[in-house]
Nanobody, 129 residues
Framework: VQLQASGGGLVQAGESLRLSCAAS????????MAWFRQAPGKEREFVTV????????FTTNSVKGRFTISRDNAKNTLFLQMNNLKPEDTAGYYC???????????????????????WGQGTLVTVSS
């Protein structure tokens, strides 16, 4: 299984980025997919998650209204559209896959890094003020 994240970079506050996560070696349409992020010196934290069909999403409050998760099951790709970026969004962004469909329904489960079986290598987002 491989999850290849891309799209990170250096931007100014207020600008946008779109991250992608290309999946291979798994039945992508069967997996709940999520984005986490990790800032220097901090623990990895949940950002947003999407159900296998794409019909259900949950997003952490700090990025709600600015970040949107989506997926293209035909292309085995997960996306994260990030608008109005802020310096506090600076972090490595990681995509993750969870084979258990029901975890998304419980907040504690969907935000728990231990629930996700597969992880991408991360892509760095740096937002300057």
């Amino acid at each position: 299984v491989q999850l290849q994240a891309s799209g990170g970079g250096l931007v100014q506050a207020g600008e946008s980025l779109r991250l992608s996560c290309a999946a291979s070696g798994l039945t992508f349409s069967s997996y709940t997919m999520a984005w986490f992020r990790q800032a220097p010196g901090k623990e990895r934290e949940f950002v947003t998650v999407i159900s296998p069909s794409g019909g259900t999403t949950f997003t952490t409050n700090s990025v709600k209204g600015r970040f949107t998760i989506s997926r293209d099951n035909a292309k085995n790709t997960l996306f994260l559209q990030m608008n109005n970026l802020k310096p506090e969004d600076t972090a490595g962004y990681y995509c993750a896959a969870d084979r258990e469909r029901n975890n998304i329904l419980a907040k504690r489960a969907r935000e728990d890094v231990a629930r996700y079986e597969y992880w991408g290598q991360g892509t760095l987002v740096t937002v300057s003020s």
